[in-house]
């Protein structure tokens, strides 16, 4: 048990949590992408990108959910893509955490949806960059509906 002084509780400053508590949560909406072709990636940073903070300390954990939907441009084609959540301590690119193998046959505006949840255990700094990462053959693609949720929990 803990005793809390000045300043007030509302500041949170001489509060000390335990290990698992959530400190702070965020989202945010990445701008949409037309016409991508071969690799492209959409990126977060905690504490830039709007609706973000920095975290209190590069030790803390960060749990992260990332989606997108991906839609194919053109027709008559078979396509595939591949999609990472990379970034803080999950890897760069395609070393990252694969949470989708997208693929179509020929319709031209058939999309799909790729989520994925992971705890990243060391994000390395206060301010890590997220990305959603993908790597197609084929089609021109529009990337839609990218969407990042964290919370930062106390190691």
């Known amino acids: 048990n803990a005793t809390l002084t000045t300043p007030t509780i509302a500041s949170m400053a001489n509060c000390t949590f335990p290990a698992g508590h959530i400190l702070s949560a965020g989202s945010a909406t990445v701008a949409q992408m037309s016409n991508q072709t ?3 990636e959409a990126s977060m940073v905690l504490g830039t990108t709007s609706g973000t903070s920095a ?3 590069s030790s803390n954990k960060v749990w992260i959910h990332a989606n997108c939907r991906v839609q194919n441009r053109n027709d008559d084609q078979a396509n595939d893509v591949n999609v990472y959540l990379s970034g803080g301590g999950l890897g760069a690119t395609t070393s990252g955490k694969h949470f989708g193998s997208l693929g179509w046959e020929s319709a031209q ?3 799909e949806c790729a ?6 255990a060391s ?7 997220y990305k959603i990462y993908c790597s197609a053959t084929g089609s021109t693609w529009h990337f839609a509906q990218i969407y990042f949720t964290y919370m930062e929990i106390k190691a």
């Open 123 to 129: 994000p390395g700094a206060t301010t890590p960059t």
């Open 38 to 40: 071969g690799t492209w």
């Open 115 to 120: 989520s994925v949840a992971v705890i990243d």
């Open 55 to 57: 975290l209190t300390s």
């Open 109 to 111: 505006y058939e999309s």
